[in-house]
């Protein structure tokens, strides 16, 4: 069985990789076999000194940064505007890397607001 050897990236960090093919190889020559990929995150101040398109990041508060599927019960998820695509996704899997996901549920001002305005009667 082969260990797991995840690494935890935010989706900005993939979007920011010219070639996902020499990326992923990048990652199994360093020993990593799955790609911990946050699925949503809050409001924050990234500083990114290896950046190639941005050196400071903001990431959308209470957006969801990989592609999902509507729910029900009148909450809506905020799609990112810089959001990692299926396509994107399926390459690295492609590549050799396992794609999981994590997700930041109880810090988001926007969904604060959604349940808020969710009346019962």
């Keep these: 069985m082969i260990p797991y050897r995840g690494l935890y990236i935010y989706p900005w960090d993939i979007l920011d990789q010219d ?6 190889v990048r990652m199994r020559n360093m020993g990593i076999n799955t790609l911990c990929v946050a699925a949503t995150y809050h409001a924050g101040k990234f500083l ?4 190639r398109s941005q050196k400071v990041f903001f990431p959308q508060d209470g957006a969801t940064y990989l592609p999902v599927q509507p729910w029900g019960s009148g909450i809506s998820p905020i799609i990112a505007t810089q959001g990692l695509r299926m396509e994107a996704l399926q390459g690295l899997h492609a590549q050799g890397l396992k794609v999981a ?17 969710i009346h019962l009667p």
Aim: charged content about 10%.
């Design 19 to 24: 070639d996902l093919a020499s990326f992923a």
């Design 101 to 117: 996901a994590w997700t930041v549920l109880l810090h988001n001002t926007a969904l604060e607001y959604a349940v808020s305005a």
């Design 48 to 51: 990114r000194p290896h950046g």
